[in-house]
């Protein structure tokens, strides 16, 4: 009786250690950012660039064929960690930027366009 007891608490004891192992791996794996951009302005951002940090090339547009219209969203994704500098354009070449700006792997970050400003965060 006591020995069927004892392997009842090893088992618990393997599935409990298993599962915080695996765990703390996913954590470890997610290596990616996120970037939320959020038009408040009345203005619609026609192209995005997200680069690294005092590079001259800003890199290829991320929105593709899609724009943010006034009062929506779009969530950049598979960010690679480290410091970059974001630029969102409007129609009428008027530009937001947030410079030097870290994103962890794990993170999702918002950055908020209003008419005559910018803001940015992490969520």
């Known amino acids: 009786m006591k020995l069927k007891k004892s392997f009842k608490w090893l088992g618990l004891f ?5 599962f915080t192992t695996f ?4 954590i470890i794996l997610d290596t990616k950012a996120k970037l939320r951009i959020v038009n408040s302005s009345s203005y619609t951002v026609v192209y995005l660039y997200v680069y690294p940090s005092g590079s001259a090339d800003e890199g290829p547009d991320q929105l593709g064929n899609n724009t943010i219209t006034s009062g929506s969203e779009f969530l950049l994704t598979d960010i690679p960690e480290g410091t970059y500098d974001i630029k969102a ?14 994103l962890a792997g794990g993170n999702t970050y918002c950055m908020t366009l209003y008419n005559t400003y910018s803001t940015f965060s992490q969520e």
């Open 23 to 26: 765990s703390s791996c996913a």
């Open 14 to 18: 393997l599935v409990l250690i298993a």
């Open 89 to 102: 354009v409007d129609q009428d070449n008027g530009y937001w930027q947030a410079s030097n700006e870290y």
